[in-house]
């Protein structure tokens, strides 16, 4: 391509004229009346076509320079909406504004038109989409593959104050995001068995024989990079029947059996599983993952022949990031494919394949570290439990040369737990990756010290840490248009792709005038929200308040019900007396439970029950509401994020990995009060101890309390607010007419031991808080801290985070301009 005569892919002259066509043609829909949804999906496609004549130069350009690519493997992406990123990022807004208006729409009420595409539970996914953005920003090679779900993560709605789950059709209408491309099938087996055999050399060889097949078709959904001079592809795969309608089938007369078979194929990619969900031994997961890995894999090593080197070359090629274990079953399929049908030697396919991998874990909690039956395995996939098997006593001959007689590590170690026949997939991650990385610091000192010192200890300088980021072009550029213009119009626009330039907003902290504009910035976001509140809800919220946010997914380890003692304390202080000097305050809190989590379900009743009571209670009007936001979801952290005052990342230390939340609430200006815990000590370092409200043990702490055997009733005991607020609880203070409802939520507590220290960190958590409401009382002190918390937010940026990997995992160099 000449490099001088770019061309001009946005074409912002014929946009409108565009729109009406794609309305008319592609939707077969009359203009009028203008229906908003119509419209929406006629510009989504007029930006669609623009975006495959620039993706279509990028990969020209990846061809041209023949560079290493990077696989991101993800059973979960969590974008959100498409439509205002692909405009901001591709630098088209004022001329998509103009287009809107000339059509009659408001371009902001159009982009609330699309549904989120909500293919993921919530932290794990988000960063993956993150991590996509910049990649495609900062020209990092590589593409993002996942499954297309039909349905993503259920939709929450509150009746009676309880969670209920409704399926989330999200392409019910169609999405003008995904492109199938139906000429790049792939097979995928299942089941059958395998078998050996001699080759003409009389060498002996496997087949998988006898397998269930199921097709996986390619569904790409383009990612732009900031400036649009860039573009990264998301391939997800979509199930479908090998079969289809088949001819032969009806013939036979069995109609409703090969529509059976069709069904059972295309259930592969149907729905996500949620979190917190007892899915080990669910067999629809484990093909699920095998699906993702299996159709990618195809994918790459296509790839990979088309460019011509040999399989030896094959890792200077080609990286692949495991996101979690769920994608692991890839360590056994590449060895498959390199010795079953390519006809590498075993070391050397092996060899290959570690120097493939990374992987990448997001938790230590126990139940979420995966396990699979290897009964089931085998049955799923014959030939990848004989290769995981090899793969195990190879390693454990490894571990028996270094550690001579110690049958015991060796049974700790296995890949196959000797005991319960169950693979470990994290084992296996280990043993068939060059590099495990943890996502913030403490995060990976656990897992290096606490989780995995013997295979540390095996494999110097393979544990490591790339602590997460998030993207500043979707959570301060796009969902915070009133910051942004105010810091770009002080320091420019070139913090969106190099966020440390944010810390020249430093000196501004102790100006006035810049503080002034600072606060409104976060008034207009607060009125905003309370805007969204109102139409969603039909509650109004006083922007003039501080608003105390919590939202992320729902969990014990969370601890929303630290929160809500917080939140009932305050209730009774207020009742007690009603000129308190504290803030009027508003407190959020959103999140989706688990289908099956009961406790989470709980305590989301919880919520709903203070809130009822607090919110009904003329005494404490003015000074405290609660609101539970249904449905948290990614466009709705979109508003709500940018409108917090203080920020709640409260998790028991050592159990919460990272946390992305917190960064996105420091990045808009809310100050975080926290524990030490993920990336919170790291956020804590970067803005400074005076600007973040830190409390409660530390996780060492946390492992001394529980080793020593906490006792929460001495505790409570000793505290009159907290057995108050307790006791209220318990006895049905909020719940009049179902006084035992929160039974379970106390019985966890005061007699199963409070395993997340939720009565021990009560006390300094409240303290903590005292000194939010000292400092908010004196707002120009309190926007000091919040541009200070913005203006050393830079670190935290997913351009970091991924230019981390390229350089110490994957050992790629982003592309020149
Ligand atoms: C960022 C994000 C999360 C992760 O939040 P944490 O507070 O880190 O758990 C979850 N869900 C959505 C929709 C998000 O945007």
Redesign the pocket.
Known sequence: MAKSAAPDFHQIESLGEDIKRYVLSILGNDLYPPDPFRYYSGLAYAIRERLIKMWLATQASYYDSMSKRVYYLSMEF?P?RFLMNYITNMGMEDGCRQAAADLGFGLDDLAEEERDA?L????????ASCYMDSMATQRIPGYGYGILYDYGLFHQRIVNGWQEEEADNWRRHGSPWVIDRVEHLYEVKFYGRSEAYNDPQGVLRYRWAEADTVMAMPCDILIPGHGGKHVTNMRLWAAASSTGFSLRDFNQGDFLGAMQSKIHSENISKVLYPNDEPIQGKELRLRQQYFLVAATLRDIIRRHKKSGPGFAEFPDQVAIQLNDTHPTIAVAELMRILVDEEFLGWDEAWDICRRTFAYTNHTVLPEALETWPADLLGRVLPRHLEIIAEIDRRFLLEVAVAHPGDQVRQNRLAIIDPASRRVRMAHLAIVGSHKVNGVARLHSDILREKVFPEFDALYPGKFTNVT?G?TPRR?LLQANPALSRLITSRIGPDWTTDLDRLAELLPLADDPDFRKDWRAAKRENKKRLARYVLRKSGMGINPDTLFDV????MHEY?RQFLNVLHVVTLYNRLRRDPALAVPPRTVLIG?KAAPGYFMAKRIIRLITAVAETVNADDAVRSRLRVVFLPN???S???KV?PAADLSQ?ISTAGM?A???????FALNGALTIGTLD?ANIEIMEAVGRENIFIFGLTAKEVEATRAAGYDPGRRVAADAELAEALDMIGRGYFTPSEPDLFTPILDNLLRHGDYYLVTADYRACLEAQDAVNALYLDPEAWTAASIRNTANMGFFSSDRAVLEYAKNIWNIEPLGE
């Open positions: 969590l959100g909500g993921g539970n919530g932290g794990l996914g988000r960063l997460n998030i959570w919590q939202v992320k997914r969370k999140g948290y979801c990614v709705q952290a979109e994020i990342q919460e990272s946390g992305t939340g917190n960064m996105k993920g």
